[in-house]
């Protein structure tokens, strides 16, 4: 898999030779400097449409279907960081850093998403890359972003993850469950601990919620290995 990665980063270097035709086809040239005036215009715009997309068919849309439909909205960034190839998302910030603005139709930008999918990788790397550059408030405004649903990273740490550990043992689980929530708190400022989404639960209640059948099956699997 690590090898693919490879691969994927060597044939993306060979594309973006020419930036704006390999990433945008015949759109406009992209924005090649973090702080262009307009870029907050730009993504406020782009939010509103998706978040407006999202609405309409949300009653009309099985949950499967809206999750196709997230997925086909993505750009490459999201897509990598998704799959968390960082080979591609290194090569895609520096090639076009506003990539890394851009968000999915579910309002969901490169931190939320990688977050979302357990991609530790992408999420370091991408600090270490705003470290470099002195651009700390760049990564804080990123990694406090919320989806179409309030959702910040914390809600979405807390929700099981269709990635999982490759870990057997709901036990197991469950530790490594709780160390990536903790993780995730340790990006975000300590209010957002009890910061509520749209159905006015917190990150913890809803870890709690959505691990419930899970610590019982630890506790039984805890008492059947003993």
């Known amino acids: 898999m690590k090898q693919k990665h490879k691969w994927c980063s060597q044939l993306l270097t060979i594309f973006m030779k020419k930036t704006r035709d390999s990433y945008l086809g015949d759109g406009g ?5 973090m702080s262009e005036p307009n870029i907050h215009e730009i993504l406020k715009v782009t939010a509103t449409l998706k978040s407006e997309d999202a609405k309409k068919s949300k009653t009309s849309k099985t949950e499967q279907e809206r999750k196709a439909e997230t997925l086909k909205s993505e750009t490459p960034i999201l897509t ?3 799959h968390g190839i960082v080979e591609m998302v290194n090569v895609l910030v520096n090639k076009i ?9 579910e309002n969901k930008n490169i931190l939320l998403v990688a977050v979302e999918n357990r991609r530790t990788i992408v999420v370091e790397s991408l600090k270490k890359w705003f470290e470099k550059r002195n651009a700390k ?6 990694i406090q972003w919320v989806d179409n649903e309030n959702n910040t990273v914390l809600h979405l740490a807390a929700t099981p993850s269709d990635e999982d ?3 057997s043992g709901a ?3 469950i530790m490594w469950d709780i160390k990536w929530f903790q993780y995730a708190k ?3 400022p300590e209010h957002f601990k009890v910061r509520t989404n749209k159905e006015n639960k917190t990150a913890r209640e809803i870890f709690k919620e959505k691990h419930k059948s899970l610590v019982e099956s630890g ?3 805890l008492k059947d290995t003993s």
């Not at 850093?97 to 139709?105: A, F, G, V």
């Open 137 to 142: 408030p760049q990564f804080d405004n990123l």
């Open 97 to 105: 850093p506003s990539s890394i603005y851009e968000t999915n139709l």
């Open 186 to 188: 340790g990006l975000v």
């Open 219 to 221: 506790t039984q699997w």
């Open 165 to 167: 550990w490759n870990i």
């Open 29 to 33: 040239k992209p924005l090649l400097n």
């Open 171 to 173: 036990a197991l689980q």
């Open 80 to 82: 990598a960081a998704r």
